[in-house]
């Protein structure tokens, strides 16, 4: 079945780590993206990438880096210099808008819940 | 920039009635409008995108609309179920055009018995 996969589903994390969460995809798509989810709060976007090897900034960029070696993988890094890390981060991808109908549709992954101990 | 609002931001109804969200969007020069679910603790479902040039767009018992002029979209949810219980959120591209998506808070629906 083509879908997103995250990883891991729950993580913890003590104060001053780095951690880093995985989204992989097999749907062919070229446009990934990373948000944020916080309670009472709509999704942010953090981060995005249309192509291998090329990301952009989202709006709350600070304290996250991504890469995009491969067009199916695009992990997230939560670095020691995010003030507030706990949340609820959701990955998605989606066609390049304009390749074909629909591609502005996207598909996300189950999430991955992240606890600052 | 794109702002989106949803109201009501609960709402709770028996089952088999006929109900409505609403989304309102700032930036009316948008190409699409999309319609999510989620369910608690899960990743979003797409359940509709309307484009541009539509002005609904039907899934089922779900019914979107957009009305660019006014800034709004509107979800209608027939016959509802309690397995439709789940929070909607409504999406609004940035102006400008490609895919980045500036989303409302949801409605958190719950349909009871």
């Known amino acids: 079945d083509g879908g997103i996969t995250q990883s891991p589903k729950y993580l913890f994390r003590k104060e001053g780590q780095n951690v880093t969460l995985s989204c992989e995809q097999n749907l062919n798509h070229d446009a990934m993206y990373w948000y944020r989810q916080d309670p009472g709060q709509g999704l942010r976007l953090i981060y995005y990438?249309?192509?291998?090897?090329?990301?952009q900034k989202g709006d709350i960029a600070e304290g996250y880096s991504v890469s995009r070696e491969k067009k199916e993988s695009f992990p997230l890094t939560v670095t020691s210099a995010q003030k507030n890390p706990t949340a609820f981060y959701l990955c998605a991808s989606s066609m390049i808008p304009g390749q074909a109908t629909g591609a502005n549709v996207l598909t996300f992954g189950a999430g991955s819940r992240l606890t600052v101990l | 920039k794109q702002e989106v609002t949803q109201i009501p931001a609960a709402l709770s109804v028996p089952e088999g009635e006929n109900l409505v969200l609403n989304c309102s969007f700032t930036d009316s020069a948008i190409y699409n409008l999309q319609w999510f679910r989620q369910d608690p603790g899960k990743g979003l479902t797409s359940l509709l995108l309307i484009q541009s040039s539509q002005r609904e767009q039907t899934s089922g018992r779900l019914n979107a609309s957009l009305d660019k002029s006014s800034g709004r979209s509107t979800l209608y949810i027939a016959a509802s179920q309690p397995g439709d219980s789940a929070t909607y959120l409504c999406?609004?591209?940035?102006?400008?055009?490609?895919?980045?998506?500036?989303f409302g808070t949801g409605t958190q629906l719950k349909v009871e018995l």
């Open positions: 999406a609004a591209p940035e102006a400008g055009g490609g895919n980045k998506l500036t």
């Open positions: 990438s249309q192509i291998v090897n090329d990301f």
